[in-house]
């Protein structure tokens, strides 16, 4: 498969599907983490590529309700509608299949609910840490490895240099699942019988 990971420099989601033979690149305004394919740009340069997946990470610090208390100001200078037609550009991109993940935020109103919520411990990591994904002609990820522990490590880091990319990193586990699940021969198969503009659920216009 050609698998498009956009907003991600850490490399952990490309190399899980490196890892079992498809033909996968990261995208990020930074550069990467990890050596591999990447381009460091606007993922908007390289999404009309004739890509069969997408998983996208688009940012967060405008649309995530854990930063409600700021959101007039960055609605008054127009930070918080940027955030989301960045969003919901990779939404409607003509991909067959599309993966967007985000914490809780105010997609789910402007736009629709998630049409999962994951938890790290439940793909071998023993945190907590709400992640929503908005699906496209894709399955659920299905559990891999529950365990104990629910502690918030990534909440509680102390501040550092580095804090951002270390909450903003995928857990090893949940990019192992999406490639396994989401990167086998059947689903490229299903893929690319199903119509580019299909979604899960409808892709209305925002309100």
């Not at 490309?14 to 079992?20: N, Y």
């Not at 967007?100 to 999962?116: A, F, G, H, T």
């Not at 938890?119 to 945190?127: K, T």
Request: proline content about 9%.
């Amino acid at each position: 498969m050609r698998v498009l990971v956009a907003c991600e420099y850490s490399g952990a989601v490309r190399d899980a599907f490196l890892a079992l033979g498809h033909e996968a690149m990261s995208c990020d305004l930074l550069p990467t983490d990890a050596p591999g394919p990447h381009y460091q740009g606007d993922v908007r340069d390289v999404l009309d590529f004739p890509w069969d997946l997408m998983i996208a990470h688009p940012p967060c610090t405008h649309l995530s309700v854990s930063g409600a208390r700021h959101f007039a100001a960055k609605r008054m200078d127009g930070r918080q509608q940027s955030a989301v037609a960045f969003f919901m550009a990779l939404a409607r991109a003509l991909i067959p299949a599309i993966a967007i993940e985000n914490p809780v935020c105010i997609m789910s109103s402007l736009w629709r609910k998630p049409d999962q919520v994951i938890q790290p411990w439940q793909f071998g990591h023993g945190e907590t840490k709400a992640t929503c994904l908005w699906l496209k002609n894709l399955p659920k990820l299905r559990p891999t490895a529950t365990v104990e522990g629910r502690e918030q490590r990534i909440h509680r880091m102390p501040p550092s240099a580095d804090r951002w990319k270390e909450r903003s990193k995928t857990f090893a586990g949940i990019a192992a699942a999406m490639a396994n699940q989401w990167g086998g021969p059947v689903r490229l198969a299903n893929a690319r019988h199903v119509p580019a503009t299909t979604p899960n659920q409808s892709n209305d216009e925002l309100p």
